[in-house]
Each structure stands twice: as C-alpha cells, then as structure tokens.
C-alpha cells in the first residue's frame, strides 16, 4: 500500500464522518414531524403529493398496515417498470427506436424486480437496450422510490424502540413522501450538477457516428445520464446507464466525480445512525453503531486494497520481481481504470458492496482472490456495514437484537436493547430475516452449479448452466455465488465473469432479489409493532451499555462470525481455495500472466 492512497481513503472517510452529524439531526428533526429549513421551499410539494393522492398525513399505521401500504406500492412500482420495459417501442424519447424485442419477458422481469428492490442489477447494456424514457420514467424513478422505502422501513423501526404503549409505527406514505421531498431530491438535484460540471453527459440527443484516427466507424452512446447517476449513488442503487457503469467517462470521467459518487453512497447510510440517536433521546447509541460500520469499513477496505497492491505472486517466477519481494510490479490494474488507479479502485469496490449499491468503477472478476473475497463478504454480511440506504442500519439494528441476544445468554439476564426488553418475537423474527436470506444465496447457487438443460428446455440453450460462466474451477463457481450474493442481498453489483442474461439467471436471480428484499423487510416491520408496544424499562445496575466499545466489539463480532459460519464453507471453495491454488501456481480468473509460468 501506498502513503498517497492511505491518504486518499482517509479523506473520504473523514468526510462522511463530518457530514453525519449535520444530515442526521435534519432528518430526526424531518421524520418526527418538526419543521426543517427546507420547508418554507419544499413543503408545497409535499402538500401537493398527499391532495394528489389522497393521503391523510395525521393519521398513522400500524405495523401490518405499513407493510400492506409496502407491499402494494412495490407491486405497483414492478408493474409498471416491466409494462414500460414491453412497451418502449411506443414511446417517446427513443431516438434508437428500441423495440420490445430488446427485452424480453424474463429481463423485463428481472430488471423490473431490480430496481424495485433497490438492487439494480442489469443483465443488459443500457445504453443498447432501453430507451432515454424508460431510463427516465421507469428506472430513474425506482432509484428514487426503491431508495425512499429503505429510510421510510428504517424510521419505522427506529420508531419501534423510540416509542412506548404505541400500535403504530407510522405513516409509510407520509415517510417515502418525505423521504423524497426532502432528502433525496435536493441532494440529487445538487449532486446532478456537480456531475455536470465535471464533464457527465446529460443530453436527449441522438447516438453519435464518429470515424476513429485510424478511420474506423464507431457510434456514441449519450444520453441524460447525470440525473441518473446522482440518485444512483445517494440512493445506494447503483445501476449504470451504461454497460460499463462508473467505470465509463461519461458516467464517471474524474477523481473528483469518482470521490463524490462514493461520498454520496455513503452519506445518507452514516447519517441515519445519528438520526437513530436522536430518536431514541441517547446519540451515544448512533455512534456506536457508527463505530461497528467504521470498524468493519476499514477492515475490509486494507485487507482489498493490500490484495490488490499486493498482485499476482506468480510474477516472481519469470524474474520480474525476486522471490524476496513476490507479486506483481504496480500491483494489479487488470480491470481497473488507469485514471483511478488500485486505491480508489479497491475503496471503491468495498464502498459499493458495503452499501447496496451495484455501482463499480472496476471488474471485480479481474480482481485476485482475496481482494474479491472482500467485496463477495461485504454482501454476505446483509450489507451492514453502512449498508443500503435504510438497508444498513436496519440490517444492522437487526444484528443488535442477535448481539444483545447473545450477550444475555451468558450472563443469564433478558436481554434488553433501547431501553427495550428483546423477547421471543423479536428473535424470531431477526433470526427469520438472517435464515430466509442465506438460504435464497445458497440454494440457488447450489442449483445453478449442477442444474443441466434439456436440449429441447427454454431456460437456456442446451447443456448445464455453469456454461455460462468465462471461468473454470473456483472462480467459476466464485461468478455464480457472487451473483446469487448481489440479487438476495439487494446490491446488484457482479463479478462480470458470468453471462446472466438468460431465462434461467434472469428468473430465479430476480427471485432472489425478492426474498432478500421483502423476507428480511417484512420480519423487521412485525418486530417494529412489537416493539413499539411495549414499555421502556429503566436502566439498572445490571444492564447491558450498549454505547461503548465493548457492545460495538460484540456487535462486530456477531456480524462477522454469523457470516463466517454460514458462507465460510461456500467462500471456501470459491476465492478461499482460489488464493492458495494462485500460489501454488494455477490461474481461473482474467489476471493471466505471460505464458510460461502455469504449473
């Protein structure tokens, strides 16, 4: 590792610990109903939004009716994305006139499903698959919806552990409302700009022709891709409008775009732990989280940038490095961009994968086993280290009832969390949300890896589905368990090494994104209303702080030892297996030294 790109991580961290604090009290002030400074300009449009759709803003839910409001708003919204997806052929703002024929029933499902869920994962190259409206009108829009749903579940469960004697937790109109108005939209409009003026395209034009210097044809793909990518990023969804996603100039053409895009992932995701704190009257409690993110941030940040710095060892062997100093000269740029270098590259991918956001600025399957492990792992965890947009702190609030759980089992005390008693229910439903999730990866994967196509099936042409893959042995499998990992835990970013674009990867990696999504959601709303209805005790001289080093080394401990004894046995035959193979000398993945050095 290098003292400049240290440095480099540094900075970005700082910034998203300076901004917590600020952005967190305005949403603890938003979401309890308190009069903001954005209001005098913003508060017509929420009036407007509820007249519009008849929305009552003083009257609150309880936790079954916040999960029906929930579940019919993301049917709504995946309707309509795959009916505009079917019907881009007909619509305005197609100057490629792209016909259905570009999407067929299973992507249209599996993108439909995508950024409803705020996964974004794409089977497809944008720019040569859907029109500037679709991108617009569906896609765009989900970012914003998918995003807003994630704080509006978040403040729910917030609610859960602030209030006492309550049946409600809320009203999930009147928070996604919010949520929108004023938090993601000024952001975005904010954020749009600033992309803007480092030179991201934002037009409605017609794709260019071009004759290259050395007198080839080529055409430029353009579009309104600034809009896009500012709420890409604050809404940790990540999809790209093009197929090289923030890996493309036009997406992402400088270091300073690259440091906003990761600055704007993890921004709302940090503040939202101090809103916790203030919502709960103690930000002691917020920062401790803070701290369980930061710990495990930067531990996954060092161990993939040094993977990366460190390359490939097989270079030693033809005498471009002694044996003293094994790896690779540089480090291993395979797939990264040359304008970014391995720092912001390796910060990137662990940036991305700890949030839910698919967003890449390089090809995780160019990356050597190790350092692919990190990002493979991040999501593995259910994406709480900073997590999604709402994702992460309640994915990590999730984590905090195991921990306490676990806490109160050895000493023999009930367990207590926020002032609250965490009883049978509450474990149930964490431990629901934890088994439904490892179970969508692992079956799947398991399938994929064996499952064979008759010669006449639709699924896929003829022969087993692992002849997808660009890789053999470990990697190969490391494709399709990190594919399986992204659609269940909502994160939509891919090693780039499988051919996903098929009925059978369409179908059930969008099935995947539904269980990750609405079976880890719906257990979360069911303890909110529990919790929400019960008394806050008093702290006493045996109760468990839960705002000090010692709970944010249990909280990290149970994060990183549930996913370790889950996947270890997974990630063992996938990048584990890979790295001691790599030095041994045998090669799967893209990083391909001169011929002459296999074993």
Request: glycine residues 10%; aromatic residues 12%.
């Amino acid at each position: 590792m290098t003292s400049v790109g240290v440095l480099q991580i540094a900075i970005f961290f700082i910034l998203i610990l300076i901004c917590a604090k600020p952005l967190g009290a305005f949403m603890a002030r938003l979401f309890e109903g308190e009069r903001t400074f954005l209001h005098p300009v913003l508060r017509w449009l929420e009036v407007l939004t509820y007249k519009v759709s008849g929305i009552r803003e003083d009257v609150e839910q309880r936790w079954t009716q916040y999960t029906a409001a929930l579940l019919s708003f993301s049917i709504f919204g995946f309707l309509l994305t795959y009916l505009l997806q079917r019907a881009q052929a007909f619509l305005p703002f197609n100057p490629q006139h792209f016909g259905a024929d570009k999407v067929p029933p299973d992507l249209a499902f599996n993108t439909a499903t995508s950024f409803v869920t705020n996964t974004n994962w794409q089977a497809y190259g944008g720019e040569s698959t859907l029109s500037y409206f679709v991108q617009m009108a569906a896609l765009t829009v989900q970012n914003f919806a998918s995003a807003a749903v994630g704080i509006a579940i978040a403040v729910a469960l917030i609610r859960g552990f602030a209030r006492q004697e309550r049946r409600t937790i809320g009203n999930f109109w009147v928070d996604v409302t919010r949520a929108t108005v004023y938090v993601l939209l000024p952001i975005s409009v904010v954020a749009a700009f600033l992309f803007v003026s480092q030179g991201v395209i934002q037009n409605l034009s017609s794709y260019t022709d071009v004759t290259t210097v050395e007198g080839a044809k080529q055409m430029i793909a353009q579009g309104p891709v600034a809009s896009q990518e500012a709420i890409k990023q604050l809404g940790t969804n990540g999809g790209g409008f093009f197929n090289a996603n923030s890996s493309h100039p036009f997406e992402n053409p400088t270091p300073f775009s690259n440091l906003l895009s990761m600055f704007l992932i993890f921004l709302i995701p940090g503040a939202l732990t101090y809103t916790l704190g203030k919502m709960v009257g103690d930000t002691r409690q917020g920062w401790a989280i803070f701290g369980a993110f930061s710990v495990m941030f930067l531990i996954g940040v060092f161990v993939c940038y040094a993977s990366e710095q460190a390359g490939n060892p097989l270079f030693a062997k033809i005498g471009l490095q002694t044996a003293a100093t094994a790896g690779q000269p540089g480090g291993n740029m395979e797939g990264k961009e040359v304008r970014f270098g391995i720092a912001n590259s390796a910060l990137y991918a662990t940036v991305t994968t700890d949030a839910s956001c698919g967003a890449v600025n390089s090809m995780h399957d160019s990356y050597t086993p190790l350092g692919g492990l990190v990002p493979l792992f991040n999501i593995q965890t259910g994406e709480v280290i900073f997590g999604g947009v709402g994702a992460g702190l309640y994915g990590i609030l999730l984590y905090c009832i195991l921990a306490v759980f676990i806490a109160g089992l050895m000493v023999g005390r009930t367990p207590e969390y926020l002032g609250k008693k965490i009883e049978q229910k509450e474990v149930k439903m964490a431990m629901l949300a934890v088994i439904a999730t490892a179970f969508s990866i692992l079956f799947f994967t398991a399938l994929s890896s064996v499952i064979t196509f008759p010669a006449k099936g639709y699924w896929n042409p003829p022969g087993p589905a692992i002849a997808n893959m660009n890789n053999s042995g470990p990697h190969g499998f490391s494709e399709i368990l990190y594919a399986y990992t992204s659609g269940t835990g909502n994160n939509g970013s891919a090693f780039a090494g499988i051919t996903a674009n098929t009925p059978w990867y369409d179908l059930t990696i969008g099935l995947a994104m539904w269980i990750g999504r609405f079976l880890f959601l719906i257990p979360l709303l069911a303890a909110a209303g529990s919790l929400a209805a019960k008394k806050k005790i008093a702290a006493t001289a045996g109760t468990f702080p839960t705002h000090g080093p010692l709970f944010v080394g249990l909280l990290v401990g149970t994060v990183l030892i549930v996913g370790a004894l889950t996947f270890f046995p997974a990630l063992s035959l996938g990048p584990i297996v890979e790295h001691y193979l790599m030095h041994s000398g045998k090669l799967f993945s893209m990083i391909v030294p001169p011929v002459g050095i296999w074993s």
